[in-house]
Structure formats: structure tokens, C-alpha cells
């Protein structure tokens, strides 16, 4: 927008609407237009998808847990791993249902199921620092039948 001004321009306004596709000078949010996009794409494309996301996302922490292990204790490689999937997670919770998410009946349950599996990431970050990459992910996954 110009200076002083509080409403854009004819032209900045067709400029908005071109990059964002908002009727009447609104422009769309961006999250809308992906999740529109998204909800589109049938069921086993997403399927794809998520499972390729996945795979990647799982291969770039193993490699950066491989990397980071040369400096980092295996314990404060877990930690960092914990809080920022904690804090990429705390959103969705937060708005889906507030502070009612954090309510439970089964409490040492799920502290349980915290601790053992808080135990098994720092092993299998352990297991990665030390082993060779192909070793620690074979170990993971169960052996095959053939």
C-alpha cells in the first residue's frame, strides 16, 4: 500500500487478487487453499502421500542423529527430538480441545508409556551414533520372511 494510505491502490488490489485468487480484493489464506487442494486428492494419493513424507522425515532424523551423535550424547540428542515434537505438536491439541487434552483417568499408564518410550528413542539413537546407519534401522524394523 501506498504511504497515508489505508486502502490499496485499484492496480495493488488486482495485484493481491491475482497472487492470492480472493474474490473482491480479499485474498484467500493460504492454509485454506491447501487444505482445499488437500481434501481433493483421493484417499490413497494422501495415503502416498503421508507415507512418503514419512519415510523422508524419518531419513533426515536418522542421518541428522548420525551427524549430531559425533558431538551430542545420545540423551540430549532424545531430549531436543522430544521438545520440539512436543512443541510442534502442542498446537493441534491446544485448539482442537484446550487444557481438557491434558485430563486423564489412566495417569501412571501414561507416564509408563512416556518412559518406555523416551527409553527406546535414546536407545535407538544410541544404537545410531554407534552402528552404521544400515545396521541401527535394520535392527528396527522386523525381519523378513522369505
Known amino acids: 500500500m501506498g504511504v ?6 485499484r492496480s495493488e488490489a488486482r495485484e493481491t487478487r491475482a497472487l492470492w485468487g480472493g474474490p473482491c480484493g480479499g485474498a ?7 487444505r482445499t487442494s488437500w481434501e ?3 484417499l490413497s494419493v494422501r495415503a502416498v502421500l503421508l507415507m512418503v ?5 524419518f531419513s533426515i532424523m536418522g542421518a541428522l542423529v548420525k551427524l549430531l551423535g559425533q558431538r551430542l550424547d545420545s540423551f540430549q540428542i532424545a531430549f531436543f527430538r522430544c521438545f520440539f515434537g512436543f512443541i510442534a505438536f502442542l498446537p ?3 485448539l ?10 489412566h495417569f501412571y499408564g501414561h507416564f509408563l508409556r512416556a518412559a518406555i518410550g523416551v527409553a527406546a528413542i535414546i536407545a535407538g539413537f544410541y ?5 552404521p546407519l544400515s545396521d541401527s534401522t535394520r535392527s528396527a524394523s522386523p525381519p523378513r520372511c522369505s
Not at 4 to 9: A, D, F, N, T, V
Open 53 to 57: 513424507t514419512g519415510c523422508l522425515l
Open 28 to 34: 484467500v489464506p493460504l492454509i485454506s487453499l491447501a
Open 40 to 42: 481433493a486428492l483421493p
Open 4 to 9: 497515508g494510505r489505508c486502502r490499496p491502490s
Open 96 to 105: 482442537k480441545k484446550g487444557r481438557r487434552a491434558f485430563r486423564t483417568t
Open 92 to 94: 493441534f491439541v491446544l
Open 127 to 131: 544404537a545410531t551414533t554407534r552402528l
